[in-house]
């Protein structure tokens, strides 16, 4: 387990499923792989990029081997029942084609064990009410890299008002021109200015701490 760690830890995309694999192979659960190795490296790596010690690059190698490695380990979970953390809802706003964001924060959510429900790009309110009425998410998270989109998460937000949809998901906003005062002005619950507070908000509402 603690080879495992080490590996996603430091980006080892082959040998990380390699040793997956191993573990398989010796009886090791994908519950403990999971909750002992991939989960506490990908929270370390969180908190390293969080201290400015790990950058954009260690982070994005990082969440490749987590990934590889949750390839591996998935049809083994469903065969055990296992059920993940939480489920979250991401999207980037109406108008706004930046993924970079977004798609960190899904790297980071399952690297924590959360279901994650990803629309892409360019993503109108109508789909983002449909989404939330058949997944059910604990969180939603919306992105907006333009100052000309963040109008857009407050449109999305007042149309799951409007479809009485608000009281049943957290929702959590972040992008380069979104700031806490943003936040507050179009009723979101939670900023996050990177992909670990993100995941730290998740593990919060699913909680109840949130």
Not at 54 to 63: D, Q, R, S, T, V
Not at 140 to 150: E, K, V
Not at 167 to 196: H, L, N, W
């Amino acid at each position: 387990m603690d080879k495992l760690r080490e590996l996603v830890k430091a980006g080892e995309v082959e040998e990380t499923v390699t040793r997956v694999e191993e573990l398989l192979r010796a009886g090791k659960s994908p519950e403990a792989m999971m909750k002992e190795a991939m989960i506490p490296a990908m929270d370390e790596v969180g908190d390293l990029f969080q201290k400015g010690d790990y950058f954009m690059p260690e982070m994005l190698i990082a969440a490749r081997a987590m990934q590889q490695g949750m390839n591996v380990l998935k049809p083994h979970m469903v065969k055990a029942g296992i059920k993940p953390t939480g489920k979250v809802l991401v999207g980037t706003v109406k108008g706004d084609l930046h993924d970079i964001g977004k798609n960190l924060v899904t790297m980071a959510l399952e690297g924590a064990g959360f279901g994650v429900i990803d629309l892409g790009t360019d993503v109108a309110p109508a789909r983002f009410i449909e989404a939330i009425k058949q997944h059910q998410p604990q969180v939603l998270g919306l992105s907006a890299l333009l100052t000309t989109t963040m109008r857009a998460m407050k449109d999305t937000i007042d149309a799951i008002k409007a479809a009485g949809l608000r009281d049943r998901v957290k929702i959590m906003i972040g992008g380069a021109p979104i700031r806490q005062e943003f936040c507050v002005e179009i009723g979101a619950d939670f900023y996050g200015p990177d992909s670990t507070s993100g995941r730290n908000y998740a593990r919060d509402v699913v909680s109840g701490k949130a």
